[in-house]
């Protein structure tokens, strides 16, 4: 049974970092994608960043430069590194894999099969 468990979250003032990190067991994750979303009150779940199965990454507009996505093979755990963070980056954040190994760009929640619990992101200004 596929199963993700993020971590890492809390309470950062603006300008700060965090480093979010996702912890996959059930299978094997390397030729997968994996994403990050997030999910603001009151907002519908947005697309944040992506790796594909082959290591490419694309990132939505409103991370990118300020974000980064990593994954680390042997221990089958995602990252995500956030750099200069803004008030507006308050969020619940998920991590999801696709249920199919893919090359593919990822950014739609329904390319994914699999979610984890989410990790609250708060940004305080």
């Known amino acids: 049974q596929v199963q993700l468990i993020e971590s890492g979250g809390g309470l950062v003032q603006a300008g700060g970092s965090l480093r979010l990190s996702c912890a996959a067991s059930?299978?094997?994750?390397?030729?997968?994608?994996m994403g990050w979303f997030r999910q603001a009150p009151g907002k519908e779940r947005e697309f944040v960043a992506t790796?594909?199965?082959?290591?490419?990454?694309e990132y939505s507009d409103s991370v990118k430069g300020r974000f980064s996505i990593a994954r680390d093979g042997a221990k089958n755990t995602l990252y995500l590194q956030m750099d200069s963070l803004k008030p507006d980056d308050t969020a619940v954040y998920y991590c999801?894999?696709?249920?199919?190994?893919?090359?593919?760009?990822?950014?739609?929640?329904?390319?994914?099969?699999?979610w984890g619990q989410g990790t609250q992101v708060t940004v305080s200004s």
């Open positions: 059930g299978r094997t994750f390397t030729s997968y994608a």
């Open positions: 790796i594909t199965g082959n290591g490419g990454t």
């Open positions: 999801a894999t696709s249920p199919y190994p893919t090359f593919g760009v990822k950014t739609l929640i329904h390319q994914y099969s699999y």
